[in-house]
């Protein structure tokens, strides 16, 4: 063995190693390498630690359920200030005229960001 760099297979001094185990990091030549969820895992020892390591680390990248949060909170943030401002723009519509008809505008445009945002969270489960 040299230095700790794994160039031979762990079990098998003699054979040069053709990658390292995500979970022991011991080098592994072709006959002792597993795929498993496309990182090498010593065969029939560690297959499913890696497997383990693989989906932990998916699920931490992903992180859908605080996106899914995040997509509901917006929605339901323009949500209402849309129901306000639209509602505000019809109450006043007799007399403010266009500049309550532009409230009405942006209450729509506020409604309707606040469907987009459910939709895209929605995508999350
Ligand atoms: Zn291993
Ligand atoms: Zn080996």
Redesign the pocket.
């Given at each position: 063995m040299w230095n700790g760099e794994n160039l031979n297979c762990?079990y098998h001094p003699a054979s040069p190693a053709v990658g390292?185990?995500?979970?022991?990091?011991?080098g592994?030549c072709s006959e002792c390498a597993a795929v498993a969820d496309d990182v090498l895992?010593?065969k029939n020892?560690?297959e499913d630690?890696?497997h383990q390591l693989e989906q932990l680390t998916a699920r931490n990248l992903f992180q859908s359920k605080r996106v899914r949060s995040v997509y509901m909170r917006n929605a339901i943030f323009y949500g209402l200030v849309g129901t306000v401002f639209a509602g505000f723009g019809v109450w006043q519509l007799r007399w403010l005229g266009l500049q309550a008809a532009l409230f009405i505008a942006l209450g729509i445009f506020l409604l309707y960001a606040a469907i987009a945002n459910y939709l895209e969270g929605r995508k999350y489960k």
């Open positions: 762990f390292v185990c995500k979970y022991c990091q011991r592994l895992a010593c020892r560690h630690e890696v």
